[in-house]
């Protein structure tokens, strides 16, 4: 009888809340369909990264799932939640190629004609800065972005099976579905090292993007 009443009490009270608060503790589940970022194929020696994010968020703790194939075999791959909170932001199309000299391009860079890649920084204008890092262990913030030996490494047939659950900064967790998932790092053809970790344009290299959509509350 005694709990009967407690809840009789309570009630009221949580009526009481303006109906904007119950959003207060973001939820729900979401996903995302990882696609290859548009390449040309001779520049990038055929990459073709596919794979999908499922997402579920309490409050800000976001558990993770990405599966990926297609990648760079045995290397870490960086990846990361990224996008500006306040705005819809969409995955790269080549049109991002401007090839504007950014200082991450390779020295062979011919300014203004396109290499046929979309490198980080050309990307950047679409997708936005990095708002979750993707790491295996250790912080997830922006500031292990590039911390690579904290990324998941590609099995020998260039796949990946992530799980990780994280603390997002509210933001994150209030417009998830804002924002996109992007897996870097490809060895590209025009080098002979047969890897991706020896420079940062291949190490960063966007080479799958998902948009994030909810999928339930
Ligand atoms: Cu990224």
Redesign the pocket.
Known sequence: MKKRLATLVALPAALLVPAGAALAVSAGTFGAALHAVPHDHVADGGSNVTGQAALRLTGRQLDVRISATGLTPNETH???I?GVTTATNECPTIDADANTGDPIDPGTVVEGVPDGLIS?SEGLPD?GP?DVSLTTRGPTGPRS?LDLERFIAADAEGAIEYHRSVTVPQDVAKNLDNLHI???GADLPGDADGSSQNSVFEA?L?VACGEIDRITR
Do not use: F, S
């Open positions: 960086a990846m990361h990224h980080l997708y990095i972005g992007v897996i870097h960063t966007p």
